[in-house]
């Protein structure tokens, strides 16, 4: 992998293939990593390299990635590291993909800079549905386990972390009205468990002016149907 350096924070990133860029934000959630996607049910890096140019990134504090944690650090610390990635490697317009955590990630970007990006894809975003606890239990989870290693992190500061970006609600990262005012077409592929409910798809797909959802996209069949309409997709808006 390669390595960018923004101040204090070391990124490690992967760029593979050639065409139109397509930032891919792994699952994991505080452990959103690159490693991450070959656990998914199909991995970007494989499926678009031979036609757009794919960009995935372990973000800070996961993977081989590393930064502090600062008093005031949350969504917006993550939507900078992104964005002054693609400044570093000169992209001026692309697609955002993202799963589980990179769901609110992708969000978020549309949000800050609409007009960078020619279309947003979600895989089985994170929401909030009775489930905040289990969001607490998880960053505390990647706290127990970092922490060891990083001897210049409070175990105060990734407590405060946790609480700055699970104590919203709906996409944690955005709002509502901020899917409703979402100009850039989106596709979603359906959630269906604790940390990705299907209510949030739904609700996403129920309230984007520009949406297209895909309901079963895991498996055989459908994962391949799943994939070639997520390549039409982004050929269609590149």
């Given at each position: 992998?390669a390595?960018?350096q ?5 990124l490690?990133y992967e ?8 930032l891919a934000?792994?699952?994991?959630g ?5 490693a991450l996607w070959d ?6 890096l494989d499926?678009?390299s ?5 960009i ?6 996961a993977?081989?990635?590393?930064g502090p944690?600062g008093p005031?650090?949350g969504?917006?610390?993550?939507l ?7 400044d570093h490697l000169?992209i ?9 955590i990179?769901?609110?990630?992708v969000m ?7 007009e ?11 929401g ?5 606890d289990?969001?607490?239990?998880m960053?505390?989870?990647w706290?127990?386990e970092?922490l ?5 992190l409070a175990?105060a500061?990734l407590?405060?972390l ?8 709906f ?7 901020d899917?409703r005012?979402c100009?850039?077409?989106l596709q ?6 604790l940390?990705?409910?299907?209510s949030t798809?739904?609700?996403?797909a ?7 959802l895909i ?5 055989g ?5 799943a994939?070639?309409?997520?390549r039409?997709?982004l050929?269609d808006?590149?």
């Amino acid at each position: 992998m390669a390595v960018f350096q923004r101040d204090d924070c070391t990124l490690h990133y992967e760029v593979r293939g050639t065409g139109p860029a397509v930032l891919a934000l792994a699952p994991g959630g505080m452990r959103s990593a690159t490693a991450l996607w070959d656990r998914a049910p199909f991995n970007p890096l494989d499926v678009l390299s031979d036609a757009f140019t794919v960009i995935s990134m372990d973000q800070r504090n996961a993977g081989a990635s590393a930064g502090p944690v600062g008093p005031t650090d949350g969504w917006s610390t993550f939507l900078e590291d992104q964005r002054a990635l693609l400044d570093h490697l000169g992209i001026e317009r692309c697609a955002a993909l993202g799963m589980c955590i990179g769901g609110p990630y992708v969000m978020n970007l549309l949000r800050a800079q609409p007009e960078r990006f020619f279309a947003g894809v979600l895989l089985q975003p994170i929401g909030l549905e009775n489930n905040r606890d289990a969001f607490f239990g998880m960053v505390d989870s990647w706290a127990e386990e970092l922490l060891p290693s990083r001897p210049d992190l409070a175990p105060a500061a990734l407590s405060n972390l946790r609480d700055r970006m699970f104590s919203g609600d709906f996409l944690f990262a955005v709002s509502e009205d901020d899917v409703r005012q979402c100009s850039v077409p989106l596709q979603i592929m359906l959630g269906n468990d604790l940390f990705h409910p299907a209510s949030t798809s739904r609700r996403v797909a129920a309230l984007a002016p520009r949406v297209e959802l895909i309901e079963d996209w895991k498996d055989g069949s459908a994962r391949e149907a799943a994939v070639a309409a997520l390549r039409r997709f982004l050929s269609d808006h590149a």
